[in-house]
């Protein structure tokens, strides 16, 4: 019996993640790092047991140079699904990831679905979007495996969704850069591998203590 997969990757680290920045909508480029992970993650898709069909990527820059670096050996059909794009952090675009932690960002978000008092997206917001846009992709294209490449908290509010786990800012679910997470979906989703980056050499890793994320409780 041939089974539907559905893979996350992280987009690899940028210049925002180097310099401890939350950039949820904010565009920030990769950095020389980051164009290792995404190399990194393409050379170990080239190998992977499940064929995939195409890939579909956040608009932000950051997902979409790690979709074509990932691409790269792959040659799939590469699409811009516009809900895979990251939490928009509002007024909180571009502070450093320190505040966010002494705010307690994640813990509400851990606790409360509706909270935005940052004055951006709720995690009943992402959550709706996410949920619309997997749901959207997995009816239009439905015996294909899909690869998404997207941000830390748009795919743990993914995983959520598909895992029908709580909260739904599945913090459980947060990825580090160039990291790769496969779901199988049928006959009920199941986590194949979660946030797997063995393919990135240590200097491709977050420095052992440094977040990987903005969201991280």
């Known amino acids: 019996m041939n089974h539907r997969h559905l893979m996350f990757i992280r987009h690899g680290e940028t210049q925002a993640n180097q310099q401890q920045l939350a950039y949820g909508v904010t565009e920030s480029p990769l950095n020389e790092k980051g164009i290792g992970q995404a190399q990194a993650t393409g050379k170990r ?3 992977w047991p499940t064929t995939y069909d195409r890939i579909l990527s956040s608009p932000l820059s950051r997902a979409l140079e790690t979709a074509k670096w990932v691409n790269a ?3 799939l059909p590469l699409k811009i699904e516009p809900g895979l794009i990251e939490c928009d952090l509002g007024d909180w675009e571009g502070i450093t990831y320190q505040p966010m ?3 307690g960002y994640a813990v509400k978000s851990i606790k409360d679905d509706a909270f935005e008092g940052h004055g951006g ?5 992402v959550y709706a979007r996410v949920e619309a846009a997997l ?3 997995l009816s239009r294209y439905p015996n294909e495996n899909i690869i998404c490449v997207s941000h ?4 743990a509010h993914g995983m959520a969704w598909l895992m029908k786990t709580r909260p ?3 913090y459980q679910y947060l990825m580090h850069n160039g990291a790769i997470t496969e779901v199988r979906l049928d006959p009920e989703p199941s986590v194949l591998t979660l946030n797997d980056y063995g393919h990135l050499d240590e200097v491709l890793q977050a420095p052992l ?3 990987a994320n903005a969201q991280q409780a």
């Open 45 to 47: 898709l080239a190998a």
């Open 73 to 75: 050996g792959l040659d």
């Open 101 to 103: 932690h002494d705010y």
């Open 121 to 125: 997206e709720s995690p009943n917001t």
């Open 135 to 137: 749901t959207k992709t």
């Open 152 to 155: 830390g908290s748009a795919i």
């Open 168 to 170: 739904k800012f599945g």
């Open 209 to 211: 203590g440094q977040p």
